[in-house]
């Protein structure tokens, strides 16, 4: 296969895109990708032969991988910015790395842009495309430059001229650059969407029931004081009446029979109860505002102290309304098996986000295969997910959520992990949830999320903590 593409690069076209990378796979899906869009291909398989190939002629664009043998895609980079010959070339990287810090070394180097490992064949020509676009309204600034210079010379009134085409020529590339820098950032947003629109529905169906009851039991409240208010009027008009603490037998009458006309008996008997289920419906709301401060506490600079069992509860809450009955399927069952935990150093809010998004995906898998079945059907099977939290060695603990629904293949769970891959439709997942799951268990918190599958078995994921770990925020590093 090597061979094959190598061969490409005898080919004398002069518009052509340069892909440098080590991987004859890469190369392969790559090459075959750019082709099969109308562009002409050259690879090379390091940085050394890729510089050498530019002396017979200049791309269009070059794809540069970063992890290379001999000098890697930075030093590359540097070499190709700095000779005049090739300082114009577009460089994209290719890279397996996400890190900011990585990404702000090769843009400082020059690169316009980063293509995420494994590719996304849409995405790699979408790019291309919009950097060829940008190198060409570039080159035709600067061809119009000349050529507005040479016609008008010095004269004020071309200068002017010249300014605003430049300032709008610069516009539309910075908007373009823009736009590429929003999508990445929309693409996190919308999963941290999905989590916050979770939590929304959690707290509207939890806290509709108290909000309910309150609003019917009020006015009969209201009903059941004014009641008894009127009646003793009657008991202070008739002492009035008559001077005395005694009351006057007319009085009296009429007392008796508005105790039966109010029904006072029962009045007395159930407006105490009344009270007491509306204390209830208040204990009830302050409860769930209690859950959803603990579930969305705002981390700190440094890790604190936290009960992870208080961060699992608050999160089941959130995510009960989905645990329901509905028309597809009956209710999901949970079982929690919480063992003896300490309080684990961690930044609690990111925690509770990665529990969100597990708990979330199992019931998605409930869902899919009710979607896919009948009620009938989805009786006679179990639908469970069990919550288990145990100490482990070396001061560790772990939290497994495992549900026995229909498992994943092992192609799969091979890349549940990476970004971007989702088996969901486009309207349902972004496939950045469990690759922000992973980050914040893996690098902000130095533990482990790992994950166990079996077809029509069901799916286990395991997150190991350290229990102390004293570190920086991320988001607060700089």
Do not use: W
């Not at 794809?63 to 030093?75: A, K, N």
């Not at 600079?301 to 961060?311: Q, R």
């Not at 469970?384 to 939290?389: A, D, E, F, Q, W």
């Amino acid at each position: 296969m090597l061979s094959s593409l190598v061969s490409t690069m005898t080919s004398l076209d002069s518009d052509f895109i340069l892909i440098v990378d080590d991987n004859p796979n890469n190369l392969a899906v790559l090459s075959n990708t750019l082709k099969g869009d109308g562009f002409a291909v050259r690879v090379a398989v390091d940085g050394e032969s890729a510089l050498e190939q530019l002396t017979k002629g200049l791309p269009s664009l070059i794809l540069l991988d970063v992890m290379m043998p001999g000098i890697d895609g930075f030093e590359t980079c540097q070499r190709l910015k700095e000779d005049p010959t090739t300082m114009e070339v577009p460089v994209i990287f290719m890279t397996a790395l996400a890190d900011s810090e990585h990404k702000v070394k090769g843009l400082s180097l020059g690169a316009v842009d980063y293509i995420s490992k494994p590719f996304n064949e849409a995405e790699v020509l979408a790019r291309v495309r919009i950097h060829l676009k940008i190198k060409n309204l570039l080159q035709t600034l600067r061809s119009q430059n000349q050529r507005l210079k040479q016609e008008m010379g010095q004269r004020q009134a071309a200068e002017k001229q010249l300014q605003q085409l430049n300032d709008e020529l610069e516009q539309r590339v910075a908007s373009r650059t823009e736009q590429l820098e929003r999508t990445q950032v929309e693409l996190v947003q919308n999963e941290k969407m999905v989590s916050l629109g979770n939590l929304v529905a959690g707290i509207a169906h939890e806290i509709n029931n108290p909000i309910g009851f309150l609003h019917g039991s009020i006015p009969n409240a209201q009903a059941y004081l004014q009641e008894l208010v009127d009646h003793l009027s009657l008991y202070q008009a008739g002492q009035n009446k008559t001077g005395q603490s005694q009351i006057a037998p007319d009085i009296a009458r009429e007392i008796e029979e508005n105790a039966e006309d109010i029904n006072l008996d029962f009045i007395l008997e159930d407006f105490p109860k009344l009270l007491e289920s509306m204390k209830a419906a208040n204990q009830r709301i302050k409860a769930i505002s209690n859950s959803l401060r603990t579930f969305s506490r705002a981390d700190t600079e440094h890790k604190m102290s936290a009960n992870l069992h208080e961060g699992l509860d608050s999160t089941l809450l959130m995510l009960k309304y989905r645990l329901k009955a509905n028309e597809n399927r009956p209710a999901i069952k949970i079982i929690k098996d919480y063992g003896e935990l300490p309080d684990v150093e961690c930044f609690p809010g990111q925690l509770n986000q990665v529990f969100m998004n597990l708990l979330a995906n199992a019931i998605d898998a409930f869902d899919e295969v009710a979607e896919q079945s009948t009620y009938g059907q989805m009786k006679t099977v179990s639908q469970t997910i069990t919550v288990t939290t145990r100490p482990v060695e070396q001061g560790e603990i772990e939290v497994r959520i495992a549900d026995d629904g229909k498992g994943m293949s092992e192609a799969v769970r091979s890349r549940i992990f990476d970004h971007l891959f989702t088996t969901k439709s486009v309207s349902k997942g972004t496939g950045l949830g469990l690759a922000i799951a992973q980050q914040i268990v893996s690098e902000t918190h130095g533990g482990q999320l790992t994950v166990q599958t079996e077809l029509e078995k069901g799916t286990e994921f395991v997150v190991r903590l350290p229990l102390n770990q004293r570190s920086v925020n991320p988001a607060f590093s700089g």
